[in-house]
């Protein structure tokens, strides 16, 4: 008989991350093959705009959210309950409650953290005191290594897995099957990708400071950013910021592309570069959509991306808000195509070992297989 386990966890809608993820293990054929999976959507939001408000209508949405999961594992008496709740702030207060109604009523309990924030709230002593009572009794899975000092003051070593996310390879065959570019590596202007929303702390301002000292230093490229417009920046803030640093004809906003029209993007791309800050990055699936596509990935070194990028062979790593670094790691690439290509093949060759969707499910069935 399987061994039943209550996945708590978040799915679309709406789309970010940590739902597609959830969406991965909730379809997984490896996963529903070895275990009961019984599936509960921990969100209270309807879409991205509403994630972290507050209201009467999120308040009724999570009791009868709590209801749910306290009438199905009454029912299902799972032999694990799998959750994965935020790190900080409003909502480690709601899922605080989730999981300690949970250990109460007698279940093993794992927790995925797809966020990061422990550390910058555990000297509050209200939060201090509520991790101490959250993480007592409980396994926990990072997606990296380096995201273990986040909860270090709160869980040993012995009680953590790794896990790092993996996404489906249907954009491989696309990549695949793409058309050759018929121009000389001589005559081809090497264009430069960011795929990302346009919001500050992704990067887009630091990328476009980066850009200006590329073009002064007389370097050829087109730098193409595909990404949806925000509050913080829209598409004429953009242009503002492209003309103000002279860069028109040299980076072109496409707003946000979907499936064969943003893998065109990355097929033809020479380099990826995302200099995010963003507080809660973790594991940004965009850099494996990155090495997939064979693309030299430029990041930074915050959370979990040391674990994904091998710097100086996968591609580079730079400091946070160094858009001088930044354009030197880029120039290194725009004036070496062998280097492009040899830090490509590596990246492709690492997302093979370690970030394909069929690796993530392998992994994730093993740890949960050794928590049941």
């Known amino acids: 008989m399987k061994q039943k386990i209550l996945f708590i966890m978040h799915m679309p809608p709406p789309v970010h991350g940590a739902a597609m993820v959830g969406q991965y ?7 529903n093959e070895k ?3 019984h599936y509960i959507n921990l969100t209270t939001a309807k879409n991205l705009q509403d994630i972290g408000k507050v209201g009467f209508r999120k308040f009724v949405d999570f009791v009868k959210l709590l209801r749910r ?11 694990l309950v799998y959750v994965t709740p935020n790190a900080c702030g409003g909502a480690f207060y709601k899922d605080y409650i989730v999981v300690q109604m949970i250990k109460r009523m007698g ?16 000297d509050k002593w209200f939060d201090d005191a509520l991790y101490k009572r959250f993480f007592k009794d409980i396994k926990v899975i990072l997606l990296s290594e380096c995201l273990y000092n986040d909860v270090k003051k709160y869980v040993k070593r012995d009680d953590v897995f790794v896990c790092g996310n993996g996404i489906p390879s ?10 050759i570019d018929a121009a000389s590596p001589e005559d081809k202007i090497p264009h430069i990708l960011f795929l990302s929303n346009l919001l500050i702390s992704k990067g887009v301002v630091v990328l476009l400071d980066s850009l200006k000292v590329l073009k002064e230093k007389g370097c050829r490229f087109v730098c193409d950013f595909v990404g949806g417009e925000t509050v913080e920046m829209d598409a004429a803030m953009f242009q503002a910021e492209v003309a103000k640093r002279e860069l028109e004809g040299m980076v072109v906003y496409h707003g946000r592309k979907y499936g064969n029209d943003k893998e ?9 570069v995302f ?11 965009v850099l494996l959509e990155a090495m997939q596509h064979h693309l030299p990935c430029v990041s930074t070194t915050e959370g979990g991306i040391p674990g994904i990028i091998d710097d100086g062979k996968t591609g580079f790593l730079v ?10 790691k880029i120039q290194t690439l725009l004036s070496d195509a062998d280097l492009r290509q040899r830090m490509g093949e590596a990246g492709r060759e690492k997302f093979e070992k370690e970030f394909t969707l069929e690796v993530f499910e392998k992994r994730m069935a093993e740890i949960l297989r050794e928590n049941v």
């Open 264 to 272: 065109a993007f990355l097929n033809a791309a020479d380099m990826f």
């Open 35 to 37: 275990f009961e999976g």
């Open 275 to 285: 200099p995010t800050f963003y507080h809660n990055e973790c594991f940004p699936l």
């Open 170 to 179: 249907a954009a491989i065959e696309s990549f695949v099957s793409a058309p």
């Open 107 to 122: 279940y093993q309990v794992v927790v995925h953290y797809h966020n990061k924030g422990v550390a910058t709230h555990q």
């Open 319 to 328: 400091p946070k808000h160094d858009a001088e670094t930044l354009a030197e």
């Open 69 to 79: 999961i306290r009438k199905s594992l009454k029912t299902i008496n799972p032999e």
């Open 25 to 31: 293990i909730h379809d997984s054929k490896l996963i």
